[in-house]
């Protein structure tokens, strides 16, 4: 019964020979551990943080429901192998539009090793990660005729001005169309009490307390569909935990600056969907700040 | 007329054979421009800073004031050069004590250059940059006694947690006892509606906003000392913007996230100065997080 999830947009996908996450259908998630570090190390997140009392409710909402682990047959055919098991967060959503947003300008904690170190800033530095503080890692966008769903290189690619154009596709009817994006469905997912806007507020509400963890390298995975009603229900979750370290009493300064410049992006996009009073570096030539050189 | 500023606590200092910043007692500052493009850099920043009618002026009053460039004689005797001219910020106050915080976990632009980036990020990984989103560059404090004024090294090699009881000594009658600080002055400084941690609550409402400029290695100075009728005033100001670069429309998430922790320290501090109460690392073992370990 075990099949891969159709709302992953990002990281390996199960399919023969490869290694994946696989939902039941009923609301788990099952995700492989991985034989190196990684695996233990998201395991030991889930277990510390699901029994932490200092997380408040409203909070631990915004992380998939930790059932301990289990012995599965892996996806990749090589035999049984521990997998977490998860709330599978979209399983009340029909056909979700998703997308992962990697959040913060640094993906590695400081005290990692220098090749490490060096090859994830080499990612951040090709990415948006460094310049925005986040990046999209993948998405898919539910149209009419099937799903906008860009591949792995054409995301890998974006720059910060993409960025703004996919955050307006992936709330639009016309995702991919090569016209501007419509933003038909901008009010209702971005914004309004349960809208994204307001569940990331919440979010940046906790970062500018907590001191517990510092989330490395962990996403935004935002979704929407419309409910048995017809409704559209936006609904977000944190994901991705295997570099996570202990905050010792220090805020998570890189995630909380990447998760207000995304906020930043989703509040330009709700107030002027058309940019037709946008400021700063949309302004025109005559009101922009002189060039001040990168010279350092 | 022309002298070292007393309050200067971190930088080059101007003395024989050596160039630094130059104040006339009258309440300008006189900064030499560096040969490299580093002073023309800064200058350009100042020069369209101060006439960018999108700064409200709130906030402009953490910036020193600009009133161009000026050739004045060096301070290393090397003859006349290009200085900007100042505010000198703290002029108003007599003997004042003095922090200068370098905000934000990366020092180097996007950007930059390969071998600046490395010498940056090595500075950054072995100070409190990276781990905290700031670091300590110097500071001075007045005391009964003369003033408290750690060294060079001394203030490089600050740890995490010396940070915290560096920021309590800053506001204490006693800072250079080896008991605990006293924080006789907590409350004034650091509380009340003109204390530090009110203006860099202002001072985070507009980065949470602004896409003009990106504030790469700049410092938060700040002071405090008696007034002509012994009242204690706090001030605050931004300074040195040699490496400030564009905006592009995004915010400065690099900035933000290090104010956002400095703000989390200076609160922890005015709520619980003796950290009877603390919480998160401080709780002590039992309560701890366990170790997630850093594997990566």
Same mark, same amino acid.
């Not at 709302?7 to 399919?15: E, M």
């Not at 925005?132 to 539910?142: A, C, P």
């Given at each position: 019964?075990?099949? $891969?999830?159709?709302?992953?947009?990002?990281?390996?996908?199960?399919?023969?020979? %490869? /290694?994946? +996450?696989?939902? !039941? *259908? &009923? =609301?788990?998630f099952y995700k492989p551990l991985q034989s190196d570090s990684r695996g233990e190390h998201e395991a030991a997140f889930?277990?510390?943080?699901?029994?932490?009392?200092?997380? $408040?409710?409203?909070?631990?909402?915004?992380?998939?429901?930790?059932?301990?682990? %289990? /012995?599965? +047959?892996?996806? !990749? *055919? &090589? =035999?049984?192998?521990?997998?977490?098991?998860?709330?599978?967060?979209?399983?009340?959503?029909?056909?979700?539009?998703?997308?992962?947003?990697?959040?913060?300008?640094?993906?590695?904690?400081?005290?990692?090793?220098?090749?490490?170190?060096?090859?994830?800033?080499?990612?951040?530095?090709?990415?948006?990660?460094?310049?925005?503080?986040?990046?999209?890692?993948?998405?898919?966008?539910?149209?009419?005729?099937?799903?906008?769903?860009?591949?792995?290189?054409?995301?890998?690619?974006?720059?910060?001005?993409?960025?703004?154009?996919?955050?307006?596709?992936?709330?639009?009817?016309?995702?991919?169309?090569?016209s501007d994006p419509d933003c038909a469905y901008v009010a209702v997912v971005y914004g309004g009490s349960e809208g994204?806007?307001?569940?990331?507020?919440?979010?940046?509400?906790?970062?500018?307390?907590?001191?517990?963890?510092?989330?490395?390298?962990?996403?935004?995975?935002?979704?929407?569909?419309?409910?048995?009603?017809?409704?559209?229900?936006?609904?977000?979750?944190?994901?991705?935990?295997?570099?996570?370290?202990?905050?010792?009493?220090?805020i998570d300064h890189n995630f909380l600056g990447g998760l207000c410049s995304l906020i930043k992006f989703i509040s330009?996009?709700?107030?002027?969907?058309?940019?037709?009073?946008?400021?700063?570096?949309?302004?025109?030539?005559?009101?922009?700040?002189?060039?001040?050189?990168?010279?350092?």
């Amino acid at each position: 019964m075990l099949k $891969p999830p159709e709302h992953q947009v990002a990281g390996h996908q199960a399919r023969e020979g %490869q /290694l994946g +996450p696989l939902v !039941d *259908g &009923s =609301g788990r998630f099952y995700k492989p551990l991985q034989s190196d570090s990684r695996g233990e190390h998201e395991a030991a997140f889930y277990s510390s943080f699901s029994s932490d009392p200092r997380v $408040p409710s409203h909070v631990r909402c915004f992380f998939p429901g930790f059932h301990g682990t %289990q /012995l599965l +047959p892996a996806s !990749d *055919g &090589s =035999g049984e192998r521990p997998h977490l098991v998860l709330d599978d967060i979209f399983s009340s959503l029909l056909r979700p539009s998703v997308i992962d947003l990697k959040i913060g300008a640094c993906t590695w904690a400081p005290n990692s090793p220098d090749n490490y170190l060096m090859k994830c800033l080499r990612k951040d530095r090709e990415t948006t990660s460094l310049t925005l503080g986040f990046r999209i890692s993948g998405l898919r966008v539910n149209t009419a005729s099937g799903f906008y769903n860009p591949d792995k290189n054409q995301v890998k690619s974006y720059t910060s001005s993409d960025v703004k154009r996919v955050l307006k596709k992936f709330v639009s009817s016309n995702p991919d169309s090569s016209s501007d994006p419509d933003c038909a469905y901008v009010a209702v997912v971005y914004g309004g009490s349960e809208g994204l806007l307001a569940q990331l507020l919440e979010l940046k509400a906790w970062f500018e307390d907590q001191t517990l963890y510092h989330f490395y390298s962990v996403s935004v995975l935002a979704g929407y569909a419309r409910d048995e009603v017809g409704r559209i229900r936006p609904l977000v979750s944190l994901v991705d935990f295997a570099h996570v370290v202990e905050g010792d009493g220090v805020i998570d300064h890189n995630f909380l600056g990447g998760l207000c410049s995304l906020i930043k992006f989703i509040s330009e996009i709700l107030i002027d969907p058309d940019e037709k009073f946008s400021s700063g570096g949309c302004l025109g030539e005559s009101k922009r700040t002189p060039q001040l050189g990168n010279e350092n």
